[in-house]
């Protein structure tokens, strides 16, 4: 087994987080770049998910001679100079209603940047995470939106924050809740400093489930504080085929198990 380890990041497309609507899906596309060749293919997924998948090598470096295993000798190189072994991948997920773009090699991002830009024709900013709600608040001017989500449990069950709501149907308290709160550019204040980390704490003590805040700075680019994300990485256990590729079907299923609760299979 060999482990795949996926990093998320914000995709952030003219200033905001992007909606599915700006993508297209391509069976095979070829991008070339300064050092290597991609073949890209891309795919939606439920409406939810946007899935890249990239198989890339470079002409250079280039060996004049290969060694043969089988036959235990040295060969001249098969492959000309002007050829170029895909022997690389790259697996990329962006997950609409969580506003992550996982990356299977973070080294890519710049590379990112530059293919996306190229292909929506849009500014493109990919970046990590805020690892803490200080540098969040720290960064950010407005509040653009605020979710999150309670569970039916012990925990909640004297939860202030859902006390009014929780049987608006007559049908007793709900399972799972979600609240998803408009502020469309409110500016931050001291007040909803406090606030913010009110409802924080109520993560350390299992009130709720998650917390999406989504909030922009002086420049009106947007940036986002997912509680979920403090160590925002998704490795999974894989085995490679006898080529020592990764199957990216095998990629795929594996990785929306994990986003989706379930076992790396």
Known sequence: MSKLTFS????IIDEKAPSIGEFLEYKEEQYD????????????????????????????????????????EILNNPRTKSQAELN???FCLYDFEQHAFYVSDGRKKGFLEEYLKYKLSKDIVIKRFFKSPEQFLEYVKTIENISFTSKHNLFSINNDIFEDPKDIFGLGQPENFKMDIEYNGRTVTKNFKTKFFDLLSKKDNSEIQSLVCIGKDDNKVEAIFDISSFTQTVPLSLKKDKLGRYEQSVVQK??????NGQQNV
């Open 88 to 90: 690389k991948q790259l």
């Open 8 to 11: 998320a990041f914000q995709l």
């Open 33 to 72: 770049t300064k050092d290597n060749i991609y073949r890209i293919t891309t795919q939606k997924i439920n409406n939810t998910y946007y899935w890249i998948y990239m198989e890339y090598g470079g002409e250079l470096p280039y060996g004049e001679k290969v060694y043969d295993k089988e036959k235990s």
């Open 254 to 259: 594996n990785l929306l198990n994990i986003l």
